[in-house]
């Protein structure tokens, strides 16, 4: 084993004592806050998120029509399998979507 002290410290580039993704992982990071943007634009709240992400094939709609439903839709699970497809479906083009 190394020193868990000494790795923490090579990490912790600004020396704030804590770690951030950034530090960690600088892609997973840039991915992260471009999925954030993504979803401000896609979206107009949690629930339109929630809703839009856990639709089924069988409930697709055009965008607009689905926007002007929200709110509407009974809460459904949200598998990793239907994000996947409806993050794509919604416009979401910067693929990695199983790390999202």
Known sequence: PGDARQLFDRLDRDRSGQLSLEEVDTHSAMLWSHFRCWCAQTFTS????????????????????????????QQRPLTVAVFELNVIRLGWDEGFEALL
């Open 46 to 73: 949690v629930d339109d998120m929630m809703s839009k992400l856990s639709m089924t094939k069988d409930e697709y709609m055009p965008i607009a029509a689905a926007t002007s439903n929200q709110g509407t839709s």
